[in-house]
């Protein structure tokens, strides 16, 4: 079965700090892309970055980055310098057309609260 | 470019109404998809399309919900009757196809009310 699992329900940093937040997948797929989403307070589903399963570096997106471990299948996003504007919930999700047909499947979601 | 547009943002209605939620998908995207986001279920895909063909509806909750897209351009998804339970925020989004890289884009999403 294809899962993602957020296994931190809220997390606190304070500013100008990095944090990571935790994302393990499973899928049988052999071809699969990760991604990740901020949901600010307003509402919205922003993109954040994306990485392949076939890529052989992390990915890195201005100040987030993906730390890809794929025999652990795990896919954590690090935040550097943190900031008040990185608030927010945080989705880790998966993509993957063999055997999920092109849909992206969500993890729980975890709540970021930056403190000043 | 424009993005996924949804409308209406928010709606508020009472039990035993019609409601429809309409979506634009972003040009040439040929992947729309409808989630449904509640405090308790988190995001939950209903249904989504490829080519304006339904391709899973395996997450509509029941038979009061359906979903339609009658070109590339446009689709609709419809709640009768609504119900207190259906209270939450529905998204719609859309990509491309064929690899798994394709990055979806969500609307900024519909608030539904039902009282």
């Known amino acids: 079965a294809q899962k993602i699992t957020q296994t931190q329900p809220g997390m606190f940093v304070q500013e100008k700090e990095a944090v990571t937040l935790d994302c393990t997948y499973d899928?049988?797929?052999?071809?699969?892309?990760l991604f990740w989403y901020k949901q600010p307070s307003s509402g919205e589903m922003i993109f954040l970055i994306y990485?392949?399963?076939?890529?052989?570096q992390n990915a890195t997106e201005g100040r987030y980055s993906l730390n890809f471990q794929k025999a652990r299948k795990s896919a954590n996003l690090v935040i550097s310098a943190s900031q008040l504007g990185d608030s927010a919930m945080y989705f880790c999700?998966?993509?993957?057309?063999?055997?999920?047909?092109?849909?992206?499947?969500f993890g729980q979601g975890t709540e970021l609260s930056v403190k000043p | 470019d424009a993005g996924v547009i949804q409308s209406p943002r928010h709606e508020v209605t009472e039990m035993g109404q019609e409601v429809t939620l309409r979506c634009k998908p972003i040009?040439?995207?040929?992947?729309l998809f409808w989630y449904r986001q509640t405090m308790m279920r988190g995001l939950e895909l209903l249904i989504y399309?490829?080519?304006?063909?339904?391709?899973?509806d395996s997450g509509m909750p029941e038979d009061r919900f359906s979903a339609k897209m009658p070109n590339a351009s446009f689709s609709t998804l419809k709640i009768q009757p609504s119900e207190p339970r259906d209270s939450a925020v529905y998204f719609c989004?859309?990509?491309?196809?064929?690899?798994?890289?394709?990055?979806?884009?969500f609307g900024e999403g519909s608030w539904l009310t039902v009282v």
């Open positions: 399309f490829n080519n304006n063909v339904p391709i899973d």
């Open positions: 999700a998966m993509r993957a057309f063999y055997n999920q047909g092109g849909k992206l499947i």
């Open positions: 899928t049988s797929d052999p071809s699969y892309g």
């Open positions: 040009s040439g995207h040929d992947y």
């Open positions: 990485q392949g399963s076939y890529d052989q």
């Open positions: 989004a859309s990509s491309l196809g064929g690899f798994s890289g394709n990055t979806i884009y």
